[in-house]
């Protein structure tokens, strides 16, 4: 396939051995596992997507399917329509990554003070791990400048495109911009897959999807109506298995997740817990220092604002014409208004949903996750903060990356945070 970037200048891929990397990826997410597991009560549903996020039998089936003649296709954040992907017969998969042992490498050829996460799956592309080594195609979405320039590096290793993404959310001026390049883009998928988008097919994956969604939205109702069921690091495992996993599989396995913690309930050591809401940057795995932190320390995080996490799914593709068009138009919406990510210039919905979830999930305290050098959550902080605070809730900012040296200061800070709301009750 041709490459779109300009050629002249090209460069060669940079490669390197990723046998020790990979070992100490597998050591942290083990560890953050291991710590899972111990936690008394935890569903038993949970042991399927822990197979999923740390076991290699997925890798293989996604490799299997490559050897067959399918078409794998990585996707970086979630304003691309994987309902697309699926209805021209190829197979998603999300490429955000949070593993801080690929980062060293990735630095040898971008530059150090950008987005962890994407230097994280530079990182895993250039020692040719995990997913990232499986993809026929990477689709990334201009949402902030690492990845938008970052698109440049990744195609020296796999054709890549950019999906041009609006600077704001205005229905009248911008849906029509974004509508037109779904539209390229689905152009360029049949190109790629050798094969013509049908209605059916588009229907038949926007339904499947919507499946997903309204099992996630199942979940979130019986996780509201007993918030320390299930615990937050458990809850971002199961979502991010929708990463890499069979969507009608995953929900599947979620369903019975969620039949398993409706019926628990809850003892009243558990109902005591601090309940904190988790807003900001995404936290992705193996990367759950924060969360482990909060929870290790006492606390839940019973809800989240993260494109990682509730965000992902909650919100469904809605369609009011089963017309090839009234489809397309209907992804648009989906893939762009529901998103509160701060690569937007205004954002104010990001603070309705934080103050929306604060008060149905009765939450003791919010806090602010800023990836370090994520410049676009980083200048949202004070007004969220203010926001936040202007309605009595308790507030902490914590900035971080994935390096594992600031866990003792995150547990100090964390934990008096929590003295603070237990001294408030």
């Not at 100490?24 to 996020?53: H, K, S, T």
């Not at 599947?252 to 109902?271: P, Q």
């Not at 019973?302 to 017309?323: H, K, N, Y």
């Not at 990510?341 to 800023?370: K, M, S, T």
Request: proline share 5%; aromatic share 8%.
């Amino acid at each position: 396939m041709k490459s779109l970037f300009e050629n002249r200048y090209r460069r060669p891929p940079v490669h390197r051995d990723g046998a020790a990397a990979a070992a100490e990826i597998a050591r942290i997410a083990l560890r953050y596992l291991d710590a899972m597991r111990a936690v008394p009560g935890r569903p038993a549903a949970m042991e399927y997507f822990d197979g999923i996020m740390s076991g290699e039998e997925r890798v293989a089936e996604v490799r299997a399917f490559r050897k067959g003649g399918g078409k794998v296709v990585g996707l970086f954040c979630n304003f691309v329509p994987e309902e697309l992907v699926i209805a021209l017969g190829a197979l998603p998969v999300r490429l955000c990554a949070g593993a801080f042992p690929a980062i060293a490498p990735a630095e040898e050829v971008l530059a150090r003070d950008i987005c962890p996460m994407v230097k994280s799956a530079f990182g895993l592309r250039m020692m040719n791990l995990s997913y990232m080594a499986e993809c026929d195609l990477v689709i990334v979405p201009t949402s902030c400048d690492a990845k938008k320039k970052g698109s440049r590096f990744f195609d020296q290793y796999v054709p890549t495109w950019t999906l041009d993404l609006p600077q704001a959310k205005d229905y009248d001026r911008n849906l029509a911009l974004w509508t037109r390049e779904i539209q390229r883009l689905r152009g360029r998928l049949e190109e790629f897959t050798g094969r013509k988008l049908t209605k059916d097919g588009l229907a038949d994956s926007i339904r499947l999807l919507h499946r997903r969604a309204e099992a996630f939205r199942r979940f979130h109702e019986a996780r509201r109506r007993n918030p320390c069921a299930i615990n937050g690091r458990d809850t971002f495992l199961a979502i991010q298995a929708t990463f890499y996993d069979d969507p009608a599989r995953w929900t599947r396995s979620f369903d019975a997740l969620t039949e398993e913690i409706a019926a628990v309930s809850a003892d009243a050591e558990t109902a005591r817990r601090p309940r904190i809401l988790l807003t900001g940057a995404p936290v992705i795995w193996p990367n759950w220092k924060l969360i482990h932190t909060i929870e290790e320390a006492g606390a839940v995080v019973v809800a989240d604002t993260l494109c990682s996490g509730t965000q992902r799914l909650f919100d469904p593709v809605e369609v009011d014409e089963w017309t090839y068009d009234g489809m397309l138009r209907a992804l648009a919406v989906k893939h762009l208004f529901p998103s509160i990510c701060p690569c937007f210039i205004e954002n104010a919905e990001h603070i309705d949903r934080v103050i929306e979830l604060a008060e149905e999930f009765r939450v003791d305290g919010v806090i602010y996750h800023i990836l370090r050098l994520c410049q676009l959550f980083d200048m949202e902080y004070n007004h969220v903060g203010a926001s936040v605070r202007d309605k009595g809730t308790p507030l902490l900012g914590i900035t971080t990356d994935y390096s594992l040296e600031d866990e003792e200061q995150l547990k100090t800070r964390v934990e008096a945070f929590l003295e603070m709301i237990e001294g408030k009750r």
